[in-house]
């Protein structure tokens, strides 16, 4: 663990988890910044934060997990992100291009093995972006899946090292797109066309009037996350 002890990072937890998530990123990039960085997939919450951040500290190192399947849609918000808020969201990419993936396995691999697809294309590269660095943040919500519900404002990450900060845990789906609202943010227009949670289009599809908000992703099987924000079993946390 870098310079910070486990009594520590309960201590802060205890102390911020009824904050504001400004607030909690103001202690974030105080405490940790520019050994800070933060993995976004261009959610509507990573949009929030991307928000947040332009005004505390823009210079907090932003970081896309590019498997190389994402949407058109998203990757056009990268730019718009940067023309709203002048910050370029650094684009981490997989050893292999998905035609030497492809060709590698026979096949592309989400459908028959997806939690494989996730390690090569998400797990792997994120433990190689965040080397050097001793916190992330992340945009999840406690009220997004029973495995999110247990997580912490300020969490020991075992799985890639660092400490985790979820600055919107306590947020709503309304508080966010709230927020959007308030302060216009740009965010993907897909979430206008019934994908409340997007990922890589093979692994996503639209959700109908009443469905769980995650239930567009890989839908039909049991897999709910790609593993990044997964707690352990050594109480850490996998996006
Ligand atoms: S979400 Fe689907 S396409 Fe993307 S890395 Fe995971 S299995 Fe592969």
Not at 19 to 33: D, G, M, Y
């Amino acid at each position: 663990m870098p310079d910070f002890s486990a009594a520590e990072i309960a201590l802060a937890n205890e102390d911020l988890k009824e904050n504001s998530p400004q607030q909690i990123l103001q202690w974030t990039v105080a405490r940790f910044h520019p050994r800070l960085t933060m993995a976004t997939a261009f959610g509507a919450e990573g949009c929030c934060i991307i928000h947040m951040l332009a005004e505390i500290e823009p210079a907090v190192r932003i970081f896309n997990l590019e498997t190389g399947y994402q949407f058109t849609e998203t990757l056009a918000l990268r730019d718009r992100i940067k023309s709203r808020y002048g910050i370029e969201v650094e684009l981490i990419r997989p050893e292999l291009s998905v035609p030497e993936y492809e060709k590698k396995h026979g096949g592309p691999l989400y459908v028959l093995k997806p939690d494989q697809c996730c390690f090569d294309r998400k797990t792997i590269p994120l433990r190689r972006a965040v080397v050097g660095y001793d916190a992330w943040i992340s945009a999840i919500r406690r009220d997004q899946t029973t495995h999110r519900a247990h997580a912490d404002v300020v969490q020991w990450d075992a799985k890639f090292n660092l400490v985790k900060v979820n600055p919107l845990l306590g947020w709503t789906k309304q508080d966010v797109w709230a927020f959007i609202s308030e302060n216009k943010i740009p965010y993907n227009p897909l979430h206008d066309q019934g994908y409340p949670s997007i990922g890589c289009w093979p692994c996503t599809r639209a959700i109908m009037d009443g469905e769980d908000e995650r239930s567009g992703r890989w839908a039909g099987t049991a897999k709910k996350e790609c593993g990044l924000h997964v707690m352990d079993q050594e109480g850490g946390s996998g996006i």
